[in-house]
């Protein structure tokens, strides 16, 4: 059986830096720990900007400046980070909210298919909600799940409408 773990940008800016929640450093240990003890592969995903980011439609609308590459932001949490390294496991520097590279990268990687992907990290409302509809769109029969307990949204509001969207998506939400 192939499954993959996809860690949506559990960085240090999302964690407890400038675009930190409590939902998000709550569930940080748990995120750990599954990561740790998934018994498949495991793919990380950063989001990254870079210096004109107050000059991109995204720092227009959303005016905090955040996960620049090479800053302290822009990197893993450091147990995530670790762990990364003793896997091996990719990780996949993102410019966008969904990750354009992941669904060529599964299909060469993975050439007889997956049996099933979990979705986990930040933001639910934003990037996790892309990479899911992302990876939706190009294996529309693949098994996709995101597991609530252990994503954090912008707010606890708009993690639950996202999860609501997903469902009708037909993203398994457990």
């Not at 990268?105 to 986990?120: M, N």
């Amino acid at each position: 059986m192939k499954k993959l773990l996809l860690v949506i940008d559990m960085q240090n800016d999302f964690i407890d830096g400038a675009l930190g929640t409590k939902e998000a450093e709550k569930i940080l240990p748990a995120v750990v720990q599954k990561a740790e003890n998934f018994d498949g592969d495991v793919i990380f995903t950063r989001d990254t900007h870079f210096e004109n980011y107050m000059e991109t439609q995204e720092g227009k609308n959303l005016p905090v400046p955040h996960c620049v590459r090479g800053t302290t932001g822009w990197e893993l949490a450091p147990e995530l980070e670790r762990l990364r390294v003793e896997r091996n496991a990719p990780v996949f520097d993102k410019l966008t909210f969904g990750c354009k590279e992941l669904p060529a990268y599964l299909a060469e990687h993975y050439p007889e298919g997956l049996d099933s992907v979990e979705i986990i990290g930040v933001c639910t409302d934003i990037c996790v909600i892309s990479n899911a509809l992302l990876l939706k769109a190009f294996f529309p029969e693949l098994p996709i799940t995101v597991t609530a307990s252990l994503c954090a949204g912008v707010t606890p509001a708009s993690h639950e409408n996202a999860l609501e969207a997903m469902k009708m998506c037909q993203i398994s939400v457990q």
